[in-house]
């Protein structure tokens, strides 16, 4: 899909603008400051049943767990500057939820706007986010509360754990997915595109990756690795 490339490209590149600022902050002000990073992978997944993100048509509670939900939050610190990156196995962040989500994290933990990227890998085998009945089951207000404290304290976890970090990236290719925009006709001979698998169309493949290798000993040994952020 043709903006579902432009959305990738501009979120890699964000990303690497934002680290690639917070270094440049870093070293401006101390070239030899050691830049540092903290791994932490918490389980997210619901308690109790609640409603699912994706479809409007699944309107009943969650009957059970197919496989465990996570969050991965890096943590990068040099030189007073802080940037925190959180990846959250949820559709996203709507109806409010990202606003008061990062504020919420924003005062627990003393970071700028600036240092949190607040991310979901949109995924439509996840709980559904609500602050209020109004928005959704009350399960549901309760699971984003509880997410809210669970990445506050994961935050928190991985900036008092930070290590010295060397990063690296790079780029590969991957054959899954399709454009899913298909031309049809209707009973008129009317050309329209529908939902389907169009392998004419562009599709982009290609993998971005950043890796950190934390050197939790003196032997440096790598400890950490995040892809695809």
Partial sequence: MICSLKKAAVRWFVLMLGIGVFLAASLAAEPEAELRAGVVRIDITPKMPVTMAGYESRTELSQGVHDPLSARIVAFAQNGHKLVLISTDILGYYGGTAESMRTAIL????LQPSELFLTAIHTHSGPNLALTPEKGHSNNVAYTRALEAQLIAAIRQALAETVPVE??????????????????YDDSGNPKISLGRNPAAPIDREVQVSRGDMRCNPANSPRGRTKSW
């Fill in 107 to 110: 005062d627990a933990c003393h």
């Fill in 167 to 184: 990063i690296g990236t790079g780029s590969g290719a991957s054959s899954v997915g399709c454009n899913r925009r298909q031309l049809t």
